[in-house]
């Protein structure tokens, strides 16, 4: 599949949106920031760990809710402010 884009996978279908759609707006900020001519300093393996451990916290914590369909959602459990309180 050389040259015909990318092939995403996930756990599910909302996993593999998710994915897709950082993979383009990362490629996209990857390309800028080259554009731009100065060197790029990538993550290493060790900050790329505790990032995924970072947001393995989160969604311990409750910030990114894990629905039962192995999807995140961070407004799962939020409704609409409205003056009834």
């Known amino acids: ?3 015909h ?3 995403v996978v996930g756990d ?3 996993q593999a949106v998710g994915r897709s759609y ?3 707006m990362d490629a996209k900020l990857q390309a800028q920031a080259m ?3 100065g060197d790029i300093t990538y993550l290493d393996a060790g900050e790329a760990a505790r990032t995924e451990n970072f947001r393995r916290l989160r969604t311990r914590l409750g910030f990114v809710e894990e629905q039962g369909d192995g999807q995140k959602a ?3 459990k939020r ?3 409205t003056g009834d309180g």
């Open 74 to 76: 961070s407004d799962a």
């Open 5 to 7: 884009g990318a092939v």
């Open 35 to 37: 554009a731009l001519g």
């Open 1 to 3: 599949m050389r040259g």
């Open 12 to 14: 599910s279908l909302p």
């Open 79 to 81: 409704r609409p402010v």
């Open 22 to 24: 950082y993979l383009q």
